[in-house]
C-alpha cells in the first residue's frame, strides 16, 4: 500500500506561469515532509521541507503548503523556469522512525 | 567536499552473478541508505543504516544484502543477480531524518542491467 501518493505522472506549465505539484499521503504519523528535484543521469537532490507543525515554509520562487486534514501537501513554483523541468519527488518521514518514504515522482515540463 | 560517491556508475551482469555497489560519504553520517528507481515506481527503500553496525530491510529488501562496519561505507551486494533488478540505484546518507531540517544527500546513481 503506497503511503505517499503523487497521482499527476506528468505536468506541463507555461513558463512564467505557477507550477503546483500536489502530493497525498495515507499516514497521520508523518512528522517531516520534503520535496526532492531530480534531473536525469543525476541523483536526486533536496528542494524544500516542512515540519507537520507548520502549513506552509517559503524559499524563494518554491513554496509548500500542508493539509494537515486532508493528508495533503503541494509545491508551487513561482514563477516556473525552463530549468525547473524535472521529476519532483514529494518525501515523508514518519514520526520516530528513521525511513523515508518517496512517492513516485511528477515529471514537470516547462514550456517556452 | 565528494558528498556521497557510488561506484560503479554503470554495470553489465548476467543472470546468476553477485557483485557489490559501493557507497562512500565524507560527511560523517549516521544515516545511510540504498534506494531503487523503476519508471513508474519511484524511488523504492531497499536498506537503510542507522549507524556503523546497524543495518535494516526497507520496502524491497529481497535479493539484497547489505552491512555498515564504518561510518563511511555502506555497500549494497547483489547475491545472484535477476533481470528484475535491472535498474537504477541511489545511495543516501544524511544525519538523522527523524530531525527536522537534515537534509539527505544522494550520490548520482548506479545504472545496472541484468542480462
Known amino acids: 500500500d503506497q503511503q505517499v501518493k503523487q497521482n499527476s505522472p506528468s505536468l506541463s506549465v507555461q513558463e512564467g506561469r505557477i507550477s503546483i505539484l500536489n502530493c497525498d499521503y495515507t499516514n497521520s504519523m508523518f512528522d517531516y515532509f520534503l520535496w526532492y528535484k531530480k534531473y536525469p543521469a543525476e541523483g536526486p537532490t533536496f528542494l524544500i521541507s516542512i515540519s507537520s507543525i507548520k502549513d506552509k515554509n517559503e524559499d524563494g520562487r518554491f513554496t509548500v503548503f500542508l493539509n494537515k486534514s486532508a493528508k495533503h501537501l503541494s509545491l508551487h513554483i513561482v514563477p516556473s523556469q525552463p530549468g525547473d523541468s524535472a521529476v519532483y519527488f514529494c518525501a515523508a518521514i514518519p514520526n520516530r522512525d528513521d525511513k523515508i518514504i518517496f512517492g513516485k515522482g511528477t515529471r514537470l515540463h516547462i514550456l517556452p | 567536499n565528494a558528498g556521497v560517491t557510488q561506484t560503479p556508475k554503470f554495470q553489465v551482469l548476467k543472470t546468476g552473478q553477485s557483485m557489490t555497489l559501493q557507497c562512500a560519504q565524507d560527511?560523517?553520517?549516521?544515516?545511510m541508505s540504498w534506494y531503487r528507481q523503476d519508471p513508474g515506481m519511484g524511488l523504492r527503500l531497499i536498506h537503510y543504516s542507522v549507524g556503523a553496525g546497524i543495518t535494516d530491510q526497507g520496502e524491497v529488501p529481497n535479493g539484497y544484502n547489505v552491512s555498515r562496519s564504518t561510518t563511511e561505507d555502506f555497500p549494497l551486494r547483489l547475491l545472484s543477480a535477476a533481470p528484475s533488478q535491472t535498474s537504477v540505484y541511489f545511495c543516501?546518507?544524511?544525519?538523522?531524518?527523524?530531525?527536522?531540517?537534515?537534509?539527505?544527500?544522494f550520490g548520482e546513481g548506479s545504472w545496472l542491467t541484468v542480462v
Open positions: 560527511m560523517n553520517h549516521e544515516y
Open positions: 543516501a546518507s544524511s544525519y538523522d531524518p527523524g530531525i527536522s531540517g537534515n537534509t539527505i544527500y
